[in-house]
């Protein structure tokens, strides 16, 4: 079993910037990746940012310069930074992290709320 386990998000104003962070817990041994989507009202859920096993991280063209994904060196914590919000980055943000065993196993965050707004 795994769990992800959220912390941050919350009311900024346009501008601003904020920090998420999920730690995962249970059996993540060999996770291929561990990262961020998030889902705005009426839209479908989207990919924000993630890191692969190798260090490579992949951004939505939205975030690109704007956000930071990064894992801490025990690599069970995934932490997004977020600048220069816009009220467009307004949405619920899941982590979420994959594992190939085989076969691909998915596990998401409960989701926490980012609200950029005046």
């Known amino acids: 079993q795994v769990e992800l386990v959220e912390s941050g998000g919350g009311l900024v104003q346009p501008g601003g910037s904020l920090s998420l962070s999920c730690a995962a817990s249970?059996?993540?041994?060999?996770?291929?990746?561990m990262g961020w989507y998030r889902q705005a009202p009426g839209k479908e859920r989207e990919l924000v940012a993630g890191?692969?096993?190798?260090?490579?991280?992949k951004y939505a063209e939205s975030v690109e310069g704007r956000f930071t994904v990064s894992r801490d060196n025990v690599g069970n914590t995934v932490y997004l930074q977020m600048n220069s919000l816009k009220p467009e980055d307004t949405a619920v943000y899941y982590c979420n992290i994959k594992i190939q065993r085989p076969p691909l196993y998915e596990y998401w965050g409960q989701g926490t709320q980012v609200t950029v707004s005046e």
């Open positions: 249970g059996d993540i041994l060999g996770f291929n990746f």
């Open positions: 890191v692969f096993t190798g260090g490579q991280k």
